[in-house]
């Protein structure tokens, strides 16, 4: 069903009952605001295939209005933002060409910041993939003439300037029906997405459209019920980002859900917390392809997971390189919303037919920066996605939330009888049509019976029994499926008493993989886990240069002795030295079994047929016996 647009007036009463509060974490500095005053600030781009990108409205003179027009709208062509430069710094020419000089001015201009203190445990958590992530950005930043938290600095220094004039904090707001649902929409803007360089996350770029949805049931007295929130996270989706409204982990101070936003990512949690979360990198088709097959064998031949041996099994991955990163959502930091340091001002709405600068602009919100993993281009409006095609969040938001099947509780009774109707009907004429087949088959038997051992009859016979077999097989299909629909009913029925007598399913009944924060015992890692997590990248790479100059003759042989060393030391301080010892004692299995079937393989063909010859040899003549 297409989503309905409420009234304007009922979609900001609506809103504003259940606007969300919004936790930050200390150190954050980018915060909900309105769009309007950041696109004064912007200029717009265009980058057509093949050339340079081109400015078509400078900074300063860019509107909502003008946004939507969206000059240049061609086949390949790339709408983006550039969030201004700061003036006071463009002003000097020293600072402009010392990227040093000019980070130290723009944090000079942009002022001090909340302390933000990383804590311990961050490099024994995230691995040896992410710190080696996160030196290579760097030294490619440095490499282009960039210092790393450069850009942040400068959107801090803008970002300054524009709550200079008006200090607001702003949502951006739509309501609407769905398949009896009602969806409130909250649309968070921040201008800026710092979390590599302020927080030690995955990436940089400006503009982050972030997203908490409340999912209202009405009644027939036109009160409506809140039943659900979905707070988006990264780039996950259904649902495992919903909590009912009864769920004890979702905090609410009245009406209102409270959301702990992560710095930097601006990720939404449920609860305070570190949490660990991982950058999925796609990688080349053929490598994708050879990965997918090894993490079969891996996965569902040896039945190794990543939680262990008879750990659960992991979502799907296929095709990606997965680089952990901590995300810091402790709430302990600015507060908006109602019983916060800050309060929201009145929501700009989007509602049906959404705005000019919503509908119309199906560009970038910020800086293409060319990203093949687009983890630094800037993200889409709310009603697209980077490839301008229309985001299912806006068109079907309740199945994105994964609701889509889970009526209202207005119509779940209603549902269950319709279902329940239907599955009987089924079986109603499953048994009639079990009963005609039954009788064919019965008449099929005595006439398969009747030609039996007749010679004259032989063709017919043979075309009779495989008649026999293949309606045989086939109404015991259907008496399954019989039986299996009518204990569907049965549970049906349960269930609709369970209602009406006031049951509800667990709260989190839903949740497949529930994200959780790290727990006090992964955040009171030892200081030596933590010494060794921040020099262990070094020494490695210290270790492999010195094995090359002077132990060359040895080098396979070391390599694997320094790789294995490492390998077990950051296990033990990561608690996963059973697995690491599992997983390398069935490794080296499988590489001995191919090792000697590749030098062995002519013996091993001739023993593998004289042990199938003893064996048959052997139970041909314990027949005989008998």
Request: hydrophobic letters at 40%; aromatic letters at 10%; charged letters at 25%.
């Amino acid at each position: 069903m297409e989503p309905e647009s409420l009234a304007a007036e009922a979609a900001a009463a609506l809103l504003k009952r259940f606007e969300p509060v919004v936790r930050s974490t200390r150190g954050d500095r980018f915060f909900p605001m309105d769009v309007e005053p950041y696109v004064r600030e912007c200029g717009l781009w265009v980058q057509e295939p093949e050339s340079e990108a081109v400015c078509e409205i400078p900074c300063g003179k860019l509107t909502l209005d003008r946004l939507a027009q969206q000059p240049r709208d061609r086949f390949g062509a790339v709408h983006f933002l550039k969030f201004a430069e700061p003036r006071e710094v463009e002003a000097s020419e020293d600072a402009s060409h010392k990227p040093g000089r000019r980070l130290a001015a723009l944090k000079k201009i942009a002022g001090p910041r909340d302390v933000f203190r990383v804590g311990r445990g961050r490099l024994a958590r995230v691995g040896y993939t992410s710190r080696f992530a996160d030196a290579l950005y760097s030294i490619a930043l440095l490499a282009r003439g960039r210092v790393p938290g450069e850009a942040a600095a400068a959107a801090a220094v803008s970002y300054k300037r524009i709550l200079a004039q008006r200090e607001h904090y702003r949502y951006h707001g739509r309501a609407l029906r769905q398949d009896g649902w009602l969806v409130l929409q909250y649309w968070l803007f921040y201008p800026f997405n710092d979390w590599r360089s302020g927080f030690f996350g995955a990436n940089d770029h400006e503009a982050d459209w972030e997203k908490v949805f409340v999912f209202l049931s009405e009644s027939g007295d036109s009160e409506v019920h809140p039943e659900w929130v979905a707070y988006a996270s990264h780039n996950y989706t259904g649902d495992n980002l919903r909590r009912r409204w009864d769920d004890p982990e979702l905090e609410k101070v009245g009406e209102h859900p409270v959301i702990f936003v992560a710095a930097g990512s601006h990720a939404s949690y449920f609860a305070p917390g570190e949490y660990l979360t991982e950058l999925k990198l796609p990688l080349p088709r053929l490598l994708a392809r050879m990965t997918e097959s090894v993490r079969a064998f891996w996965r569902k031949t040896l039945r190794q997971y990543s939680g262990g041996v008879n750990g659960p099994q992991p979502e799907d991955e296929t095709g990606y390189f997965n680089i952990p990163f901590v995300d810091y959502a402790r709430g302990d930091g600015l507060s908006i919303g109602p019983g916060g340091g800050k309060q929201w001002d009145p929501p700009r709405l989007m509602q049906d037919p959404a705005p000019a600068w919503v509908s119309g602009y199906r560009g970038l919100w910020g800086l293409y920066a060319r990203d093949p993993f687009e983890g630094e281009d800037a993200p889409a409006g709310p009603m697209y996605n980077r490839d301008k095609s229309v985001s299912r969040t806006w068109y079907d938001p309740v199945g994105w939330a994964g609701l889509d099947k889970v009526p209202p509780p207005t119509e779940e009774l209603d549902t269950i009888f319709e279902h329940r109707t239907a599955v009987e009907a089924r079986c109603v004429a499953l048994r009639e049509d079990i009963e005609a087949k039954s009788h064919r088959l019965r008449g099929l038997g005595v006439e398969v019976a009747a030609m039996r051992g007749k010679s004259h009859l032989s063709e017919p016979y043979t075309a009779r029994r495989a008649e026999l077999e293949k309606l045989s097989e086939e109404v015991a299909r259907l008496r399954a499926s019989s039986a299996s629909d009518e204990a569907v009913s049965r549970s049906l029925e349960s269930y609709a008493s369970r209602l009406r007598a006031g049951e509800r399913d667990p709260a989190r009944a839903h949740i497949s993989r529930p994200h959780q924060p790290a727990s006090d015992a992964e955040l009171r890692t030892s200081r030596v886990a933590e010494l060794w997590a921040a020099v262990s990248v070094s020494l490695m790479m210290i270790a492999l240069v010195a094995i090359a100059a002077f132990r060359v003759e040895h080098l396979t042989s070391a390599l694997v002795a320094s790789i294995a060393l490492f390998a077990f030391v950051e296990a033990s301080f990561r608690g996963r030295l059973v697995n690491l010892v599992s997983s390398v004692n069935i490794g080296l299995g499988v590489v001995a079994a191919l090792v000697i079937l590749y030098e062995f393989f002519w013996e091993i063909v001739i023993a593998a047929v004289v042990v199938v010859g003893l064996y048959v040899l052997w139970d041909n003549l314990r027949e005989f016996r008998r």
